[in-house]
Nanobody, 118 residues
């Protein structure tokens, strides 16, 4: 019954910014953790950033200082603010939520395309 969808992707020039959103709908009681992954053409899916229920965050080295992950529990929404974008950031970005409904479950969104031009 739970659905997750990403939004905010698009085409930007190098040095620009985008803000991705990850919204959960349905029978959601608690949003325990949020993680953003990305998959570039010809590459494996990789973890970009994550935030747990206590607000602790973790980022992969290549995005530290440029990306910020956050959450709004009242809206059942997670965010990824991406600044100083580089061409290497071009990928499909996926949101993964750890949600507590009747039980703990892992839910993926369908992804949103981010393209950074030089």
């Amino acid at each position: 019954q739970v659905q997750v969808v990403e939004s905010g992707g698009g085409l930007v020039q190098a040095g620009g910014s985008l803000r991705l959103s990850c919204a959960a709908s349905g029978s959601t009681s608690t949003m325990r953790a949020i993680a953003w992954y990305r998959q570039a053409p010809g590459k494996q899916r990789e973890l970009v950033a994550r935030i747990n229920n206590d607000g602790n965050t973790d980022y992969r080295d290549s995005v530290k200082g440029r990306f910020t992950i956050s959450r709004d529990n009242a809206k059942n929404t997670g965010y990824l603010q991406m600044n100083s974008l580089k061409s290497e950031d071009t990928a499909v970005y996926y949101c993964n939520l750890i949600l507590l409904t009747a039980y703990v479950g892992s839910y993926w969104g369908p992804g949103t395309q981010v393209t950074v031009s030089s």
